[in-house]
């Protein structure tokens, strides 16, 4: 018998037999599709999912399964060809992944579902041209330091006039006791001396266009926390204009102040530091129109200083600085009583504060959170032992200790100053304020541009009503 009348014959048989048996070919599938298992029995023993899953398995080993193949393998019983000349087989081994698909997803995969799978088309991949674009957000992360702690610290009171009238020298340094029917003695006055503060102007402006605030408001990726590009604009120029100020306020007294707020560097300096610190020339140490590089004045600080050579920072250091300038604390003016530590603090930088830490907490004059401290408007208040208000801070001789990123180093560390608030302040002209023209308030005519301006502003100036309450140690090493 030739070969292709020894296939129609089998082919034939094999029609019959199913339409003998199972009535149709349909009947036949139908009987080899897997009963569902009852887990119900089998509660708290296996998952469903998982019983389904291994039920399969089992059918296709015990029972078989209908599959295809373009060539039957040992073991196998051939069912009949399909439409597209392959064979449909019962096979009890899963030997391919479209066999893995079969059994164990038999009512969601196709065939042509498990062609697609088993093919190496052409995927949509990230990389895939317009599939994927990164969308980096509304928020922008700030990797810069905002932080303005000094501007925070000090006191802020009304600038109420252009300057002020210092004593500087007593009437007399001698007793004043007379004898028995005495003459009456010579008059005697103290020194004076007038000071001119006078009064900067600070400004910070931003603006952005009409066009990217409307692109901003859409579905697209555009930076806009807050509502918009104009809003994160606005936020950000908002903390950019207080760290301004914070730099401003802890320039090193090298650079002259000039337009800006003068500096706490500047304040707490002398003609010591001027006659024998190399990088300080003549003339930078001079303030409000006082000259302090011709000699030792009312106007001098204490500064301890090693003439620009670094040196470690000590106990003694600091016992030094206290020593000097504590009698000089409190007086008529504030109220208070020499030596008094109210409205007092330390303040450096985050690297000698680390120093501090390690060289000092052992000891009593050091302390970790060693007091409870409220800052605001009058500065630095320190609170009742017990209350739960306020913060607390680290202590340096029960003095609190603050930092900042922007104290300036006159060595390879920041300098440690030793303030009197009460004679330090901030003298507020015009309060910050903030002004807004252009497209969303409709003045594009005044600006000649379509787009938002934001302005911020404000007056005052840096004032220090004494000099020799402050002190500093400079020249300082890790």
């Known amino acids: 018998m030739a070969t292709n009348e020894f296939y129609s014959d089998a082919t034939s048989r094999v029609d019959q037999m199913i339409q003998d048996y199972y009535g149709s070919e349909q009947n036949l599938m139908k009987s080899l599709e897997f009963q569902p298992i009852d887990v119900a029995s089998n509660a708290g ?58 059994v164990d997803y038999p009512h969601i995969y196709s065939d042509d579902m498990l062609n697609a799978i088993t093919k190496a088309d052409a995927p949509y991949l990230s990389s895939s041209t317009a599939m994927y674009n990164a969308v980096h957000g509304a928020e922008a992360v700030h990797q810069i330091i905002q932080e303005d702690n000094v501007r925070r610290l000090l006191p802020k009171v009304p600038y109420l006039r252009g300057g002020v009238r210092f004593i500087t020298a007593a009437g007399t340094t001698s007793g004043v006791g007379i004898a028995e029917n005495a003459a009456v003695p010579d008059t005697v006055s103290a020194t004076l001396a007038n000071v001119d503060y006078g009064i900067k102007e600070r400004s910070y402006s931003f603006n952005v266009s009409a066009r990217m605030e409307f692109l ?37 007294v090298t650079t002259l102040a000039g337009n800006n707020f003068e500096s706490i560097d500047r304040v707490v300096s002398s003609y010591a530091e001027v006659n024998s610190c190399g990088d300080v020339d003549a003339n930078d140490s001079d303030i409000y129109g006082i000259n302090r590089d011709a000699g030792a004045t009312y106007a001098d600080a204490y500064v301890n200083h090693n003439s620009n050579t670094d040196r470690d920072l000590t106990l003694d250091l600091c016992k030094d600085v206290l020593e000097n300038v504590q009698p000089n604390w409190g007086g008529p003016e504030v109220g208070g009583q020499p030596g008094n530590y109210e409205n007092k603090i330390w303040l450096t930088g985050y690297d000698t504060k680390n120093v501090i830490e390690q060289i000092f907490e052992e000891q009593n004059t050091y302390r970790n959170n060693g007091m409870r401290v409220s800052v605001g408007m009058n500065g630095v208040q320190t609170l009742p032992y017990g209350s739960e208000a306020g ?54 005519g005044e600006l000649d541009a379509f787009q938002n301006l934001g302005i911020y502003y404000e007056m005052g100036e840096l004032l220090a009503t004494r000099f020799n309450v402050h002190g500093k140690i400079r020249d300082l090493q890790a």
């Open 391 to 444: 913060m607390l801070v680290n202590t340096l001789y029960g003095i609190p200790l603050f930092v900042s990123d922007d104290v300036p180093a006159s060595g390879a560390i920041s300098n440690l100053y030793l303030l009197d608030l009460n004679h330090l302040k901030m003298g507020v002209g015009i309060p910050p304020m903030y002004f807004e023209a252009g497209f969303s308030k409709g003045t594009v």
């Open 216 to 252: 901003s408001m859409l579905e697209d990726d555009a930076w806009s926390q807050g509502g918009g590009a104009f809003a994160a604009a606005r936020y950000f120029a908002q903390l950019e204009f207080n760290k301004t100020l914070n730099r401003e306020l802890t320039t090193n």
């Open 45 to 102: 023993v296996f998952n469903s999912k998982l019983e389904g899953f291994f039920a399969r398995r089992r059918a296709a080993q015990n029972q078989g399964y209908l599959t295809k193949r373009t060539r039957v393998q040992p073991g196998e019983q051939f069912i009949k060809r399909d439409g597209d000349g392959r064979n449909i087989v019962k096979s009890f081994k899963i030997r391919t992944i479209y066999d893995m698909m079969r």
